[in-house]
């Protein structure tokens, strides 16, 4: 199983971007998935979660009502959309897969993880 984040990349404050995560294997469409980021000097933090089918989904409170998380099963990718990009979104995101059908908070909830993708915020 592997998990290919991409769509990172430089916005100014208030710009958005979009990430996505795609998954081979055939672990995606049955699996609750998530992100996490980590700033430099930090621990990594949960961001947001889904569901399996899309249902249910999760925030931080630092990006609630700014980020939205979808998904497409038929496609095997995960999605992120970021809004009103802030200086302290900045971060290295991860995608990752649940064990189970939903997407859990807690770090030790997720099975595979991606590689990894930049974002940085400028103000």
């Known amino acids: 199983v592997q998990l290919q984040a991409s769509g990172g990349g430089s916005a100014q404050a208030g710009g958005s971007l979009r990430l996505a995560c795609r998954a081979s294997?055939?672990?995606?469409?049955?699996?609750?998935m998530g992100w996490f980021r980590q700033a430099p000097g930090k621990e990594r933090e949960f961001v947001s979660a889904i569901s399996w089918n899309g249902a249910s989904t999760v925030y931080a409170d630092s990006v609630k009502a700014r980020f939205i998380i979808s998904r497409d099963n038929a496609r095997n990718t995960v999605y992120l959309q970021m809004n009103s990009l802030k200086p302290e979104d900045t971060a290295i995101y991860y995608c990752a897969a649940a064990r189970g059908a939903l997407g859990p908070r807690g770090a030790s909830g997720y099975t595979y993880w991606g590689q990894g993708t930049q974002v940085t915020v400028s103000s």
């Open positions: 294997g055939r672990i995606f469409n049955n699996n609750g």
